[in-house]
T-cell receptor, first 111, second 114 residues
Framework: AQTVTQSQPEMSVQEAETVTLSCTYD???????LFWYKQPPSRQMILVIR??????QNATENRFSVNFQKAAKSFSLKISDSQLGDAAMYFCAYRSAVGPFGKGTKLTVNP | EAQVTQNPRYLITVTGKKLTVTCSQN?????MSWYRQDPGLGLRQIYYSMNVEVTDKGDVPEGYKVSRKEKRNFPLILESPSPNQTSLYFCASSLSARGYQPQHFGDGTRLSIL
């Protein structure tokens, strides 16, 4: 069975600076997909970025990028030029029928 | 507009009174799933469905039932709710259980069982 671990329950960053959220996972599969979701105070779950395991190139979406290390089973999220609107819970997820999701990291952005 | 619709958004009820949280998607998705979200525990899967009439247990199925009689609907049933089922619930759907397509989430249902 797959597992996902987010070891940072809370993180904070100054506005305009860069922050990295950690995620590690365990799987015996060789082909899979990983996702980061954002949950703002509105409770909506919003897709931030996704990564295909067979692609060596790290995914990038504007200010959001991942550092995907397949051998280390690590999938961290980097947020550049942090903005107040980035404050939210962030969840890492392994895509399969049974999830799973990490426990989340609460990101605070300080003005 | 593509969406997953959950109802109700909020519900306060009492122990033992049967309740149903409805979930409907308009994207013709095969895969649907229910999660509960609790502080410090993240999202935990309750049940999922790969297609019509195909359902299976997730991590925390005790005290819950589901059905998938139609492709678009996946209701969550609490036959005899208890206070430990007080939580935020999400329904989600996707084209398939795996792959590049992310899950689409409903807006959540806040349940309080007194």
């Amino acid at each position: 069975a797959q597992t996902v671990t987010q070891s940072q329950p809370e993180m904070s960053v100054q506005e305009a600076e860069t922050v990295t959220l950690s995620c590690t996972y365990d799987t015996s599969e060789s082909d899979y997909y990983l996702f980061w979701y954002k949950q703002p105070p509105s409770r909506q779950m919003i897709l931030v970025i996704r990564q295909e395991a067979y692609k060596q190139q790290n995914a990038t979406e504007n200010r959001f990028s991942v550092n995907f290390q397949k051998a280390a089973k690590s999938f961290s999220l980097k947020i550049s030029d942090s903005q107040l609107g980035d404050a939210a819970m962030y969840f890492c997820a392994y895509r399969s029928a049974v999830g799973p999701f990490g426990k989340g990291t609460k990101l605070t952005v300080n003005p | 507009e593509a969406q997953v619709t959950q109802n109700p958004r909020y519900l306060i009820t009492v122990t033992g009174k049967k309740l149903t949280v409805t979930c409907s998607q308009n994207m013709n998705h095969e895969y649907m799933s229910w999660y509960r979200q609790d502080p410090g525990l993240g999202l935990r899967q309750i049940y999922y469905s790969m297609n019509v009439e195909v359902t299976d247990k997730g991590d925390v199925p005790e005290g819950y039932k589901v059905s998938r009689k139609e492709k678009r609907n996946f209701p969550l049933i609490l036959e005899s709710p208890s206070p430990n089922q007080t939580s935020l619930y999400f329904c989600a759907s996707s084209l398939s259980a795996r792959g590049y397509q992310p899950q689409h989430f409903g807006d959540g249902t806040r349940l309080s069982i007194l």
